[in-house]
């Protein structure tokens, strides 16, 4: 084992600093959540099955006129069926803490249960850079590689999903540089184009990550925006461009604590007699993949 | 009396090698994908904008224990075309991704034209625009990816050329606004440039209609209108 948390040594100690400073203080992080933006396809626990195939068919199907003779049949028209793949995987994050740094412990210090807490941000943040990770392969681009973003980049996205008929809501995720780039850009635009921020509200609603809105499309900051050739990757999409699959075990694992309802994470508690380590293991089963291209772009822009 | 023998400690061996702060989000392994409509005017050249297919268990198909297999022929489906690091076409660039070491918890994996420096516990990285180049040529070169189609380079040129007309539209409503001109200017270059390094294989434009390719329609008699 390693990296538990100790009373003594050095790194992953916590309570010397604690005994004098009495509080901890949370280093920056990007908690950002995209759960909301993409589609959920459902829960393939006890499916039998650790890969969802969804059927895509398309419906793009209008009349015709029928013969002029009158007698000619028209013949069934063919429906083009195809399929998308998702796998779930396996995820799982342990913290593990010697017996000493839990027994002296008070109220207000980093223990197991507070940790144990932390399941569920793991788990979004993991579930963050999966989506990012399926936006990359999105075929249409917009941006230019080596320059920063511009507001003549987020119009060219939100025309090339507009070309190609992709439905809204549309989300924008974009790098934290090419957020600020973007507002830059804003700020030498003239006219009635305006940024709206996210406001208490909102960020309630959507979760942390959320910036606000422009032009109708709701932007996110991520730093799970993939990087290639020196640029940013970040991505424009519409309804259905990309989904999920989770797996609940709903805590049916032996020793495990129960999960909520539908909740993809289950959490236990391991205890480790010598040399005295307790460890809280969270696990999730998810898989995330893209569901059709057209319903997205990518926009790569200057790191 | 034996002497007791130390080993030597060796800076890789140390926790003060050097590393990525913990601070820097893993990213998983992946291999190159290169797609018809990819393509990005860079440098004054056309070159293909590879993606990256993540080898990371639960995205886009890829099986808990790595397996590639669903996701390769998704990809495959789709236009994808992989460009996998042990192709012996590959030449000099065989094996593009490296592994970068790294504090706490992941594997940070990266290509090789990207490098890290730690200065005063923050990141820079810094990229090797012409090495990145190179392999992009060099992938067109070596028959990994096929030229530039004249159909996505009008797509691109048209793309660039509606990016001026919004400018210049703006810019004729706000004549003023010196930033937006300056944009529109830059903007134009680009888009003279981009027409003046068109492929020459694409030949000179005009758009033709070679045989094998050619949809065979039936040919319909029309019949006269009653």
Redesign the interface.
Known sequence: MA?EITYTGSGASTRQQEVYGRLLHE???DPTDLRSTVTNLGDIGGSGS??LTVGTVDYDLAMGAANADEVTGSDNTAVTV?A????????L?AFGMSDLHSVTGAPGMLDLQALAAKGAQAYALRFT??VM??A??I????G???ADM?V?DF??AT?QLQSSLAVGPYTAVLAPVQVTDLQASLR????AISFLPATAAQLALKGPGYQGQFMGCDIWQS??C?????NR?GAMWGAGCIGYVEASARGSMPGAIAAGSASPVYAEFVRTGDPGISQVIHHAF?????LE?GRGV?I?TD? | MSAIIGQRVTESSTLESEKLPRSVRSRPRFWYIVHPHCWAFDGGEWLPLPSKMSLDPGCNGVTDGGGTDLAVAQLNRNGWRIVRPNDPRLGDFKWYVQEVPKQGRGRVYTSVFDEASVVGSRVFWDHDDEGWRDFRRHIITAGICDPITRQVYDLEVDKQRSAVDRLEGRAAALPHNQVIGSRLVRERERLDAMTAARPAHLGDGKAKTSRRRKVKAKRVQEEASP
């Open positions: 990296n280093l920056l992080m650790s890969t195809g998308v793949s998702i796998s779930i995987a396996h995820n994050i850079d999966l990770a399926a990359d392969t075929t249409a681009n917009v230019t590689s080596g511009t003549d119009f060219s025309a030498s635009e003239g006219g730093d799970s993939t990087t290639s050739g020196g990757i998810i898989g995330c993949g893209l291209t990518n790569t790191a």
